[in-house]
């Protein structure tokens, strides 16, 4: 399996967002990979494993009744720790219900070693998804 860079990693979850499939997949996870989201409810904060992670990430696209459409406003920022980009952008999506469009903003810290997520941080605008998807 070639080296993926932290870049080439955001790129694979872009690309398996767009395709309506789970945004983190096996292949992109270190088997002990943490996911945090630091606004979730408590019990959705920190997710630990791979199993677990691809687990949550898979019921998480089945839950959502909406269909991602593209990324806007992309900016990835590199750090002075090579195994870490900052990642800010915009996310559409639209609920094939209702047809309406909406779309929210998203700050990731990736960590990837040896090809693979170490740590993923996502900070999401919980208000604007939940405003759109009432």
Same mark, same amino acid.
């Not at 998480?60 to 806007?72: H, Q, S, Y």
């Given at each position: 399996?070639?080296?993926r860079?932290?870049?080439?990693?955001?790129?694979?979850?872009q690309?398996?967002?767009?395709?309506?499939?789970?945004?983190l997949?096996?292949?992109?996870?270190?088997?002990?990979v943490?996911?945090?989201?630091?606004?979730?409810?408590?019990?959705?904060?920190?997710?630990?494993?791979?199993?677990q992670?691809?687990a949550?990430?898979?019921?998480?696209?089945?839950?959502?009744?909406?269909?991602?459409?593209?990324?806007?406003? &992309? +900016?990835?920022?590199?750090?002075?720790?090579?195994? $870490?980009?900052?990642? %800010? @952008? *915009?996310?559409?999506? #639209?609920?094939? /219900?209702?047809?309406?469009?909406?779309?929210?903003?998203?700050? &990731? +810290?990736?960590?990837?070693?040896?090809?693979?997520? $170490?740590?993923?941080? %996502? @900070? *999401?605008?919980?208000? #604007?998804?939940? /405003?759109?998807?009432?």
């Amino acid at each position: 399996m070639p080296e993926r860079s932290p870049r080439d990693l955001f790129a694979r979850f872009q690309n398996n967002t767009l395709a309506g499939q789970a945004a983190l997949d096996e292949e992109m996870l270190a088997d002990d990979v943490v996911v945090e989201s630091p606004f979730a409810a408590a019990e959705q904060r920190r997710t630990e494993g791979r199993e677990q992670v691809v687990a949550m990430t898979r019921a998480g696209r089945e839950a959502l009744p909406i269909m991602f459409e593209e990324f806007r406003d &992309v +900016v990835i920022h590199e750090t002075a720790d090579p195994e $870490v980009i900052i990642a %800010e @952008y *915009q996310i559409v999506a #639209a609920m094939p /219900e209702s047809g309406t469009r909406a779309q929210a903003p998203f700050v &990731v +810290v990736l960590r990837a070693r040896d090809g693979r997520i $170490v740590h993923w941080r %996502e @900070y *999401q605008d919980r208000t #604007a998804i939940a /405003e759109a998807l009432a």
